[in-house]
């Protein structure tokens, strides 16, 4: 079945680590798309990218940084720049390069916590 | 400045009952609107999207309108069931990369 696949479903971070989030499709989206999500708040783009080795920043981009080697893969980096990592984070793809006018297929999401 | 609101943060219906949620929004002019429903600790799912030259579209048990006047699209869930609780967010694209951008969501909970 054709969907998205992030890992891993729970996270556990030292604070001044690094750590790398998976994201992986097989649905032939061009488009794909981190999010994340805290209480009360909706979801809010951290980075998206259209096309392979292509991507642009979200409105939180800040202490976070990404690649697109692969159409299938989009890993999401939160570097020890970001103050506040604790979240939930949501990766998603769309076939329609974010016109709006496809559903996104999102993942089952990441939790990270910082210890 | 641009924004999307659902207006209510919960809602608690009773079984068999139809639910309906809001969502306006501020400085859009979306083309779509799209909604989507989330369970606890899951990514949404994509449910429904609406064009701005449809005033109505169903999906078995559930209807969405969308008046591009009020800027308001409504959510029915009719026939409610304790299955149906999650909470349900409206998503129109209005980011100014393009991209999608999500209300904060509708907690619905239907009491058998």
């Known amino acids: 079945d054709g969907g998205i696949t992030q890992s891993p479903k729970y996270l556990f971070r030292k604070e001044g680590q690094n750590v790398t989030l998976s994201c992986e499709q097989n649905?032939?989206?061009?488009?794909m798309y981190w999010y994340r999500q805290d209480p009360g708040q909706g979801l809010r783009l951290i980075y998206y990218s259209q096309i392979v080795n292509d991507f642009q920043k979200g409105d939180i981009a800040e202490g976070y940084s990404v690649s697109r080697e692969k159409k299938e893969s989009f890993p999401l980096t939160v570097t020890s720049a970001q103050k506040n990592p604790t979240a939930f984070y949501l990766c998603?793809?769309?076939?329609?390069?974010?016109?709006?006018?496809?559903?996104?297929?999102f993942g089952s999401g990441t939790r990270l916590t910082v210890v | 400045s641009q924004k999307i609101e659902q207006n209510s943060e919960a809602l608690n219906i009773q079984e068999g009952k139809t639910a309906t949620l809001t969502c306006n929004y501020t400085n859009y002019s979306p083309a779509y609107l799209q909604w989507y429903r989330q369970d606890p600790g899951r990514g949404p799912v994509f449910l429904l999207l609406i064009r701005e030259n449809e005033k109505e579209k169903r999906k078995e048990r559930l209807k969405v309108t969308f008046d591009t006047t009020l800027k308001q699209s409504l959510f029915h869930i009719t026939a409610s069931q304790p299955a149906d609780s999650a909470t349900y967010l409206c998503?129109?694209?209005?980011?100014?990369?393009?991209?999608?951008?999500f209300g904060k969501g509708t907690k619905l909970s239907v009491k058998p």
């Open positions: 998603a793809s769309s076939p329609d390069r974010g016109q709006g006018y496809d559903g996104y297929t």
């Open positions: 998503a129109l694209v209005g980011g100014s990369q393009g991209n999608l951008i």
């Open positions: 649905l032939n989206h061009d488009a």
